[in-house]
């Protein structure tokens, strides 16, 4: 009696370690496909503004800047809205975003973070760009940037040659800062 109850306590045992062991598995599995919480927060302010329903794509572009960050007159405002340009959770959001944008807004919203970028480098301040210039130089910066370049390289080719205006403004700006 005694060794059938303990062969049956010893099976349900492995049993019990084999579904929490397949469990976690599954989690883990699961907790790769999920959207981060930075993710989320584009994707949230592009379903706050209703940006899909303003024409003009400039305005519908800082709609959508000013849902997520804040106000733009902030120069603090400014510069994270640029920096996680190198963010690679807001790259994976954007990619999801441009995903999900109607196909006729696509190249206008593009066009149109390509002009803020270029106008937001035209219109910074000396102590702006001197601030983003050292926090770019950093150790923290320069990781940022090679994580932000392979996570751009590891998405669809698709969405690497749509964004090309936006990228090139973004390499202008560090041209620019690097020149100073």
Known sequence: MKSRTARILLGAGAAGL?????????GFRLARHFPRQEIMKDVRAGLATRSRHIEEPGVRVEAFLEARYGPLTDPAVREKVFLDFFDVDHIKGMNFIVGHTP??????????????IAHYRETMLPEERAALQARLNSDAGRLMLRQATKQYQSQDVYFQGAQKPVVAELMTTLASL???
Do not use: S
């Not at 196909?103 to 803020?116: D, E, H, L, R, S």
């Open 18 to 26: 084999i579904l929490a062991g397949g469990g976690a598995v599954l």
């Open 103 to 116: 196909a006729n807004q696509k190249a206008a919203n593009t066009k149109a973070m390509a002009q803020w």
């Open 178 to 180: 690097r020149k100073q």
